[in-house]
């Protein structure tokens, strides 16, 4: 595997459910991020982690729990979701936070909130 | 309150003319800018970028321009090429917030043969 992989590429849950976002980089990054992207709307950062620590914080709601393990893994859990979640989530890597801006994306998540 | 503006939701050139997208911004820190391309079901991928202190970047057909007392970028695809139909995102960072980039809401470009 190269790059930024994202698991699962589509996911469908209810409002009731308990379900987690993995994104793994094989790029030897330092920092991870999370955001997420509804239609018509621009892409938002959610949450921002650089050597496992989490940095920022984008005023998510607490129905979405980021966990980072390591450098090279970060997770979503999402519980009690609303149908306003649903959304593209996109993962993104990128060396560290000041050395260069590009970040690098996975396909994303595609998910889906009943 | 969007900081990143992408005007124009779609445009449309013909292949082997020169393509066109814009960007303004409002705040003044952001000091780097970039611009991604994002196929359907596909995450952005990284085109190109430029820093503030620098008015022009080319990278073979891909040129983007900054100016910066006018708080707008420019990308220049020429020639165009039905491959660049894509989904461009302006994207510009800000130091003093934790160097999270802010992203426009894109322009799909259609290059027809």
């Known amino acids: 595997e190269t790059g930024v992989t994202q698991t699962p590429r589509h996911l469908v849950m209810g409002m009731t459910n308990k379900k987690s976002l993995k994104c793994e980089q094989h790029?030897?990054?330092?920092?991870m991020y999370w955001y997420k992207q509804s239609a018509k709307k621009p892409l938002e950062l959610m949450f921002v982690?650089?050597?496992?620590?989490?940095?920022e914080n984008n005023s998510v709601p607490s129905r979405f729990s980021p966990e980072c393990p390591n450098s090279s893994h970060l997770f979503l859990h999402l519980h009690t979701l609303q149908p306003e979640d649903s959304a593209l989530y996109l993962c993104?890597?990128?060396?560290?936070?000041?050395?260069?801006?590009?970040?690098?994306f996975g396909p994303g998540t595609r998910l889906t909130v009943l | 309150d969007q900081q990143v503006k992408q005007n124009s939701p779609s445009l449309s050139v013909q292949e082997g003319r020169i393509s066109i997208l814009n960007c303004d911004y409002t705040n003044s820190m952001f000091d780097y800018f970039l611009w991604y391309k994002k196929y359907p079901a596909e995450g952005p991928t990284f085109l190109i970028s430029i820093s503030s202190i620098k008015d022009k970047n080319e990278d073979g057909r891909f040129t983007v321009f900054l100016n910066k007392s006018a708080k707008h970028l420019s990308l220049h695809i020429v020639p165009s090429q039905p491959g660049d139909s894509a989904v461009y995102f302006c994207a510009a960072r800000s130091t003093n917030s934790g160097y999270a980039l802010n992203f426009g809401k894109g322009t799909s470009l259609l290059v027809t043969p």
């Open positions: 790029l030897g990054h330092n920092a």
């Open positions: 993104a890597s990128s060396q560290d936070l000041a050395g260069g801006a590009e970040q690098f």
């Open positions: 982690y650089n050597f496992k620590e989490q940095t």
